[in-house]
């Protein structure tokens, strides 16, 4: 059974950081494709930034990129993302999905499996 739990959101000040971490259970990373949505009120669902494993290449959105860093530790199934220089702007419910591919655009265009969410927001 597939699951994908989420932590290490939180209210931080513009300018600064947070890393969240997202656990995959009942699947090995390897052959996947996993990463972060958001969805922020009364805006759809836009996808930031993944990381291909088997591929070895990682995506980033144009809003992001520059100041947010995705990492995976195979030993703990555990995908991170890195996130610095936040602004008012990335306060969203962050969600972290997979899905069994090596493209980037095939898990943009429609994940298999979400985890919760995890609510981000940067306000001073």
């Known amino acids: 059974q597939v699951q994908l739990v989420e932590s290490g959101g939180g209210l931080v000040q513009p300018g600064g950081s947070l890393r969240l971490s997202c656990v995959a259970s009942?699947?090995?990373?390897?052959?996947?494709?996993i990463g972060w949505f958001r969805q922020a009120p009364g805006k759809e669902r836009e996808g930031i930034s993944c990381?291909?494993?088997?591929?070895?290449?990682?995506y980033y959105g144009d809003s992001v990129k520059g100041r947010f860093t995705i990492s995976v530790d195979n030993a703990k199934n555990t995908v991170y993302l890195q996130m610095n220089s936040l602004k008012p702007e990335d306060t969203a419910v962050y969600y972290c999905?997979?899905?069994?591919?090596?493209?980037?655009?095939?898990?943009?265009?429609?994940?298999?499996?979400w985890g919760q969410g995890t609510q981000v927001t940067v306000s001073s």
């Open positions: 009942g699947f090995t990373l390897d052959y996947y494709t």
């Open positions: 999905a997979e899905k069994y591919t090596n493209s980037w655009y095939a898990w943009l265009q429609r994940p298999t499996a």
């Open positions: 990381i291909s494993i088997s591929a070895g290449s990682t």
